[in-house]
């Protein structure tokens, strides 16, 4: 069964930065898409960055030039480096994955079949 860990949230203050992390289990990058959404309090869950297996990357709005999503298809981890943050950033980020490249194309929420259980980043003025 495939297992997608995260880790690496927390509290920073605003214009600072965090690094996530997600362990991947029993999944290969050979093919499809993986990303990281995340879902603030009282809003719908919301796509930040998404990678395909060609390493084509594409962000929200919100996060170009401050979020890079990466990964090391060696440690099967995927990363989200997160710069500048804001307080509008603040919110719970889930790493996602599927088998289709497609997922990436798309980038809705039913699109991606594998989830970690999330892991919360508070930013504070």
């Known amino acids: 069964q495939v297992q997608l860990v995260e880790s690496g949230g927390g509290s920073v203050q605003a214009g600072g930065s965090l690094r996530l992390s997600c362990v991947v289990s029993?999944?290969?990058?050979?093919?499809?898409?993986m990303g990281w959404f995340r879902q603030a309090p009282g809003k719908e869950h919301e796509v930040v960055a998404v990678?395909?297996?060609?390493?084509?990357?594409n962000y929200a709005d919100s996060v170009k030039g401050r979020f890079t999503i990466s990964q090391d298809n060696a440690k099967n981890i995927l990363d989200l480096q997160m710069n500048s943050l804001k307080i509008e950033d603040t919110a719970m980020y889930y790493c996602?994955?599927?088998?289709?490249?497609?997922?990436?194309?798309?980038?809705?929420?039913?699109?991606?079949?594998?989830w970690g259980q999330g892991t919360q980043v508070t930013v504070s003025s």
């Open positions: 996602a994955a599927d088998a289709r490249r497609s997922a990436c194309l798309y980038r809705r929420r039913s699109d991606f079949y594998y």
């Open positions: 029993r999944y290969t990058y050979s093919s499809g898409c």
């Open positions: 990678i395909d297996s060609a390493a084509s990357t």
